[in-house]
């Protein structure tokens, strides 16, 4: 069975950074998408960034300010958030599947229960 567990989040000030990580169980996560979706309070969710093998794709709104990384070892994705706004605030999820497209969450089957990111002016 795959389950998804992330931590990492928490109350940052505007400018700062966060690191969330995402730990898989049941599944070896460099064999598949596994991407970070995030939702605010009233919005749809929201694709963040995706990582399969080589590939990694980021949301156009994102690039330069978020990046993701994976640890083979630890099974482990990770999403760092630098130079964070107000507006990042929001849940962020992981999810693994082998998703067409990668940013559409409803292609996703497994999602962890989400790690909630607050960001202060």
């Known amino acids: 069975q795959v389950q998804l567990a992330e931590s990492g989040g928490g109350l940052v000030q505007a400018g700062g950074s966060l690191r969330l990580s995402c730990v898989a169980s049941?599944?070896?996560?460099?064999?598949?998408?596994v991407s970070w979706f995030r939702q605010a309070p009233g919005k749809e969710r929201e694709f963040v960034a995706a990582?399969?093998?080589?590939?990694?794709h980021y949301a156009d709104s994102l690039k330069g300010r978020f990046s993701v990384s994976r640890d083979n070892v630890q099974n482990m994705v990770y999403l760092q958030m630098d130079s964070v706004k107000p507006e990042d605030t929001a849940l962020y999820y992981c999810a693994t599947g082998t998703p067409v497209p990668y940013s559409e969450p409803r292609k996703y089957v497994y999602w962890g229960q989400g790690t909630q990111v607050t960001v202060s002016s």
């Open positions: 990582i399969r093998g080589t590939n990694i």
């Open positions: 049941g599944r070896t996560v460099s064999h598949y998408y």
